[in-house]
């Protein structure tokens, strides 16, 4: 009986950790926070003590770049967050990708995108430009991202 309650209770504390909402702070005192309700995922950005924004929703969402800091606040106007959720588009291979880009200005703004890839894209930002490639695969579009632009199709 012992043995049974203490592994329920390994269970439940396994089960709580998992439930730990995933935050990264960002410039500014923002956070970026994903939490699991509802067996979606929702990310939200907020100042530190203040009331958090939805930004994003569905079965999983991803932070896959940050660009904060004073030099890429100037190049993009904003820190930015881009961001992969898992898609509702069919793929003939691979689980699609939606992914957004998020200014985190002084209110955050509606989220740019989605882009829809069904295989992963790796992001890098610099220069004020997000760049969206798949490494390797001269078969799938890359992207690149401005502010004054958004999203443009870049030729392999």
């Known amino acids: 009986m012992r043995t049974r309650l203490a592994l329920a209770g390994m269970i439940l504390t396994t089960t709580a950790a998992l439930a730990e909402p995933q ?13 699991a309700a509802d067996g979606m ?27 904060d800091g004073t030099e890429n606040e100037a190049l993009f106007g904003a820190p930015l967050v881009v961001a992969s959720v898992t898609g509702t588009q069919t793929c003939d291979g691979g689980d699609p990708l939606d992914y957004y880009v998020v200014k985190l200005g002084l209110f955050p703004e509606d989220p740019f995108g989605p882009l ?7 992001v890098k930002a610099e220069d004020g430009v997000v760049t969206l490639i798949a490494p390797g695969r001269p078969d799938v579009p890359s992207w690149t991202w401005t502010a004054a632009t958004g999203f443009v199709q870049r030729e392999n």
Do not use: F, W
């Open 41 to 67: 995922e929702v990310l939200s950005i907020s100042a530190s003590g203040s009331e958090q924004v939805e930004m994003l929703s569905g079965a999983e969402v991803d932070i896959v770049a940050v660009a």
């Open 23 to 35: 935050v990264v702070r960002l410039m500014d005192d923002k956070v970026a926070t994903i939490t």
């Open 116 to 122: 829809t890839s069904c295989v992963p894209l790796a």
